[in-house]
């Protein structure tokens, strides 16, 4: 049975740190594109961060470049987001997804060229709120 189980989601303070986790099984994680997508009440899903299977490479959204960094452990089935200096605007349900295509990017699978991705999780909700 696939599942993603996203954790470490709560609320922060502007300026604070979170790191969010998502745990991987009943798939060979290091053969999937993984990623970070995010949708906030009333607004479309964003692609946040996606890394690929395996040359490592990442890509961010312009909205938290910088700020946010995505990383992979294939040996724990375990992908994470650490995100710095958040903002309000952060504030949304986060949730991984998976992806495996011979012709997939980083780029591709962040901004939905290759819709429908084949897994996601449950989400986690971040509050940036003082």
């Known amino acids: 049975q696939v599942q993603l189980v996203e954790s470490g989601g709560g609320l922060v303070q502007p300026g604070g740190s979170l790191r969010l986790s998502c745990a991987a099984s009943?798939?060979?994680?290091?053969?999937?594109?993984m990623g970070w997508f995010r949708q906030a009440p009333g607004k479309e899903r964003e692609g946040v961060s996606c890394?690929?299977?395996?040359?490592?490479?990442?890509y961010y959204a312009d909205s938290v470049k910088g700020r946010f960094s995505i990383s992979r452990d294939n040996a724990k089935y375990t992908v994470y987001l650490q995100m710095k200096s958040l903002k309000p605007e952060d504030t949304a349900v986060y949730y991984c997804a998976a992806f495996a295509n011979i012709i997939a990017t980083v780029h591709g699978m962040c901004n939905g060229l290759f819709d429908p991705l084949d897994y996601w999780g449950q989400g986690t909700q971040v509050t940036v709120s003082s």
């Open positions: 009943g798939f060979t994680l290091d053969s999937y594109y």
């Open positions: 890394i690929s299977s395996d040359d490592g490479s990442t």
